[in-house]
């Protein structure tokens, strides 16, 4: 059986990779490789040898121009040293192969300013929604409730029933798109897999602190039509294991926690599928 591979991608501010490519290893990758934005510019790294790209969570650039803007030009324009093949395509050839990518944090930022999420009718150049200033003007860190949608077609979220249980911690979270419309069909597709809600997750909320960014219909993580490429604002690489939880000591918790679903249910597919 081929070797199940996964890339997390570090350089320029971000810093959660080790705890990513922890948590792809808890979670059944074969292979979890923390490579540098520079050593898939030089071709040293191509996409083309791995399953599942991991976007970390970080301050890329220091968020100059906002939060993984640069990057994001960068990324769209960029070509690969010897060969000369646009960046870009090698993430479209990767998305058109049937694998996986999932954006944390600074990664979520970094997918919609690209335009690769919410990618409504399969179109990941053509950026939709953005990522902006907390609603109430400052960085939040804190553990939020989030809602799943079990209708999403999200292969990340699969399994989980009501919601989880995750940490944020930004100062860019607060999701916007272009026109009514564009949210209009995240929701008619059911791509907001996953909202801030109340403590029970019965229902997404817009109250303060529980919505920690005022994000538009309590969004807090999208995915594209395909469920194969998703981004969200909480953190599941940083709820893998019981003593990462904040009243670990106090309350009796499985042994993992419930942020290792997202990356089970990635390397699941990847070996049932590619």
């Known amino acids: 059986m081929t070797k199940t591979k996964a890339l997390v991608i570090t350089g320029n501010g971000t810093n959660c990779e080790m705890e ?14 923390i490579a540098h934005l520079s050593e898939l510019m030089s071709g040293e790294v191509c ?9 970390t969570g970080g301050f890329l650039d220091g968020d100059d121009l906002g939060s993984a803007k640069a990057q994001a030009n960068r990324l ?9 093949e646009p960046i870009m395509e090698q993430l479209l050839r990767f998305i058109g192969d049937g694998k996986l990518i999932l954006g944390v944090c ?15 009718g399969s179109d990941y150049l053509k950026q939709t929604a953005t990522l902006t200033y907390n609603a109430n003007g400052r960085f939040q860190d804190r553990w939020c409730y989030l809602k799943c949608d079990p209708a999403s077609p999200s292969l990340y979220t ?18 916007l798109v272009d026109t009514p ?45 395909t469920g194969r490429v998703m981004g ?42 590619l």
């Open 20 to 33: 990513a490519a922890h948590a792809c290893k808890l979670g059944g990758f074969d292979e979890a490789r």
């Open 47 to 55: 996409l083309d040898d791995y399953h599942f790209l991991n976007l």
């Open 76 to 84: 769209r324009y960029a070509t690969t040293e010897g060969s000369g």
């Open 106 to 120: 600074n990664g979520f930022q970094l997918l919609v300013k690209m335009g690769m999420l919410p990618a409504l």
């Open 158 to 175: 699969r399994g989980i029933e009501g919601g989880v249980y995750l940490p944020i911690r930004h100062g860019e979270g607060k999701f």
């Open 181 to 225: 419309e564009t949210l209009e069909a995240i929701e008619a597709n059911h791509l907001a897999c996953l909202k801030y809600s109340d403590k029970d997750y019965s229902a997404p909320t817009m109250e303060f602190p529980e919505n920690p960014n005022g994000s538009s219909n309590a969004i807090a993580g999208i995915c594209d039509e």
């Open 232 to 273: 969200l604002m909480p953190h599941p690489e940083a709820f893998v294991h019981r003593t990462q939880h904040p009243r670990w000591t106090r309350e009796e918790l499985p042994e993992e926690g419930s942020g290792l679903t997202f990356f089970r249910n990635a390397a699941q597919y990847v070996r049932q599928n």
